[in-house]
């Protein structure tokens, strides 16, 4: 089962814009981690924020970790056309556990 | 390899065929995950190694499933008497550690349509 859910499911942006996805999880967790998955490909590992950080950057990426409301947030600054894709939080309870991800978040960046 | 390489990318099999997919983790990877992803939906865990060790196979949705990783480095999932319901991407994914410094490396997956 799911162990988290992403909202918007669907979200639509002009190029340039920022997108935000947000993404909840149910139980205490190691890290959580962040991919993107274009249309027929597998995913692609984004980003990873522990369970004692707050805030991550990486690029034009930032992801904030907020553990007492089991809440992540995924912002991409200045999108592009090529962020097209679908996005996914996955949870990670540590020690070699499974990954456990969400339901995902497709966002179209519209030239 | 660079990646993590999945074999076949597409494979048709007729219900209760049985069907081989093979994963080639990065070279020297420890933990070897497969998992599930049916259209529209996140991917859902089938399976955990950790060397040639399967440490968790509470995800295989039936015992037609069944995954190995005998020298700790090749996988295969075998499905058995396939079902329309097996229909969908297997992904499977790599590790150097426990994935929780760097992430995991995912294969492209194999899209199993059963007809």
């Known amino acids: 089962s799911q162990q988290g859910e992403e909202d918007p499911q669907a979200l639509s942006i002009q190029e340039g814009e920022n997108a935000t996805m947000n993404c909840s999880y149910k139980t205490s967790i190691n890290n959580l981690q962040w991919y993107r998955q274009n249309s027929g490909r597998g995913l692609v590992h984004l980003i990873l924020?522990?369970?004692?950080?707050r805030e991550k950057h990486s690029g034009r990426l930032r992801v904030t970790l907020d553990t007492s409301k089991k809440s992540s947030s995924l912002l991409i600054t200045a999108s592009r056309a090529a962020d097209t894709a679908s996005y996914f939080c996955a949870t990670d309870r540590g020690g070699g556990n499974k990954l456990t991800f969400g339901t995902g978040t497709q966002l179209k960046v519209e030239l | 390899g660079a990646g993590v390489s999945q074999s076949p990318r597409y494979k048709v099999a007729k219900r209760g065929q049985d069907v081989a997919l093979r994963c080639d983790p990065i070279?020297?990877?420890?933990?070897l995950f497969w998992y599930q992803q049916a259209l529209g939906q996140g991917p859902e865990f089938l399976t955990y190694f950790q060397n040639e060790a399967q440490l968790d196979k509470s995800g295989l949705p039936s015992d037609r499933f069944f995954a190995e990783r005998p020298e700790g480095s090749v996988s295969t999932l075998k499905i058995q008497r396939t079902q329309q319901e097996d229909s969908a991407v297997y992904l499977c994914a790599s590790s150097q550690d426990y994935g929780d410094l760097h992430g995991y490396t995912f294969g492209s997956g194999t899209r199993l349509t059963v007809v």
């Open positions: 924020i522990r369970s004692n950080e």
């Open positions: 070279s020297g990877h420890v933990s």
